[in-house]
């Protein structure tokens, strides 16, 4: 697959690395692309470098991995993306009395959000429910940690499950997009542990079936 990934910091350059040798084609779309920091992700995973519209129109997939705040203003001068796959791993994260929180919920998610913005692609709620650190190397855990999924086209969700298999996570599809609304406030749940509960950002949640479960 051609996937660009929209945003090199902790969250794109994970994946970037993960995906390194895995198959892909993989284009970094990036503000700046002559910064140093940039570069050096590229001479790791052999990913190419772009402003964000030439990555995002040469790919299949592409991976919205910006601040929140920034989102709206970076996907408006991402061009066409009418029938790609785009790949929403953003927690719709402000400040909420002092706190971080979710800004949006119950009734509306981020991943509704960025559906509405690019009515005709293919939009994929995943990726948003661990850490970078994690993101980037699955190996390190005992076993394969669940990443949960929502998106309304189900050839979509098919193509984000292989790409998911090889980041090294078990794929779980929650449902249609409006399943954003379960999905943001589990990486809340990740984030409340890691951040406020001192358990750290070394871990993931996994799905563990009895023996001889069968899905429904
Ligand atoms: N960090 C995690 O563990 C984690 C886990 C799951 C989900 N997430 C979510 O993933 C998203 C990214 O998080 P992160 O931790 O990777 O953030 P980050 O380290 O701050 O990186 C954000 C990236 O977005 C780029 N960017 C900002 N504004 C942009 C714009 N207008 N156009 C193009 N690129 C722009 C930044 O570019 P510059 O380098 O040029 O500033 C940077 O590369 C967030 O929505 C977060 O909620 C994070």
Redesign the pocket.
């Known amino acids: 697959m051609q996937i660009a990934i ?7 350059s994970a994946i970037a690395h993960s995906l390194s040798g895995k198959g892909h084609v993989v284009a970094l ?4 692309p002559m ?1 140093a ?2 570069a050096a992700i590229a001479d790791a995973t052999g990913a190419t470098v772009a402003d ?1 519209t030439t990555a995002a129109q040469g790919a299949d997939i592409v991976i919205l ?4 705040g ?2 709206a ?2 996907v408006a ?1 991402l061009g066409d993306l009418r029938g790609k796959i785009v790949i929403d ?3 719709p ?1 402000g400040m909420v009395d002092g706190a971080l929180a979710l800004v949006l919920g119950h009734t509306s998610s981020g991943g509704e959000t960025v559906q509405d913005w690019l009515p005709e692609a293919r939009v994929v709620k995943t ?7 994690i ?1 980037a190397d699955t190996a390190a855990l005992p076993g394969r940690p669940v990443m949960f999924m929502a998106g309304n086209d189900p050839a979509a969700k098919e193509a984000v499950a292989q790409l998911l298999a090889d980041l090294g996570f078990e794929p779980l599809d929650a449902g249609d997009i409006t399943k954003a609304r379960l999905l943001e406030p589990f ?1 809340m749940l990740w984030i409340n542990q890691a951040m406020a509960r001192g358990k750290g ?1 070394a871990w993931a949640f996994a799905a563990v079936d009895r023996h001889g479960a069968q899905g429904v």
């Not at 929209?6 to 794109?12: D, E, F, Y």
């Not at 991995?65 to 929140?68: R, S």
């Not at 990726?127 to 650190?133: R, T």
């Open positions: 929209i945003g090199s910091g902790k969250v794109g779309g990036v503000r700046d910064a920091k940039v964000p991995a910006l601040p929140w920034a989102a203003a970076a001068t791993c953003m927690n994260l990726l948003n429910q661990v850490g970078a650190e993101m990486g950002r």
